[in-house]
């Protein structure tokens, strides 16, 4: 039996972006979460599909941690069952119209794996699986990827912006592997966008490479 499934999207200020990236989600699960971050005005509550459903959380600025850990354990009290697949992703990712059927049915069939994700930047052949602790361009892909949920991984909050994912990527390895899956990726339309327009993140992106090394020894 194929687990529930999930998709949770953090947004903030782009509506546009946000209706192809939910439109290209929400076919493919079962309900998705939109977690509107302080956008003005606010994302409307009921102009989407009927298997999504708007968060909306003030915080700013943004802890990504926060705002993933808070509906990673609103779904786990919904009690999905005894085995859950979430995708998080951002306001400006198009997920391909197959990646949740492959990215789960990869992630299900490595039974050891703890995160998996298609790769950051282009299609590969055959599935690997990281466990190495080190951080480079192999990795986990920081802006689309699922957990299956009953594993219980959750970010690290004293990582607010940058590092999160990362972060995620390293208990994931540690715990049996991110799993890389072949096939079409997902496609990031605005990488670095509010970090490189916002001083605050900026600031914020190097203090959370310095906590990241604090805690496994390497950026």
């Known amino acids: ?3 529930p499934r999930f998709a949770v999207v953090l947004t ?18 079962d309900h998705v979460v939109i977690v509107d971050n302080a956008s003005d005005p606010p994302v409307s509550d009921d102009e ?3 298997n999504v459903t708007v968060v909306h959380d003030l915080l700013q600025p943004p802890n990504l941690a926060y705002l993933w850990n808070s509906q990673l354990d609103s779904i786990r ?3 999905p069952g005894a085995e859950w697949d979430v995708a998080l992703l951002c306001d400006d990712v198009f997920m391909p119209s197959d990646w949740f059927d492959r990215v789960s049915g990869a992630l ?16 590969i052949v055959e599935p690997y699986l990281l466990t190495q602790l080190s951080n480079g361009t192999d990795r986990m892909c920081p802006w689309c990827f699922m957990l299956p949920g ?3 991984l959750r970010a690290n909050e004293a990582l607010h912006w940058w590092w999160t994912d990362t972060h995620i990527d390293m208990l994931a390895r540690q715990s049996g592997g ?5 096939g079409a990726i997902a496609t990031n339309e605005r990488i670095g966008e509010y970090t490189n327009s916002k001083p605050e993140l900026a600031e914020q992106a190097g203090r959370d490479g310095d906590t990241f090394q604090s805690i496994w020894g390497f950026r």
């Open 1 to 3: 039996m194929t687990p």
């Open 150 to 152: 009953e594993r219980g």
């Open 12 to 29: 903030h200020n782009r509506p546009a972006l946000l209706w192809e990236c939910v439109e290209s989600v929400f076919p493919q699960v």
């Open 108 to 123: 299900r069939a490595h039974s050891t794996a703890a995160a998996a994700s298609t790769h950051s930047y282009g299609p």
């Open 48 to 50: 989407w599909p009927a």
């Open 178 to 182: 991110t799993l890389i899956v072949p």
């Open 77 to 79: 009290d919904s009690r």
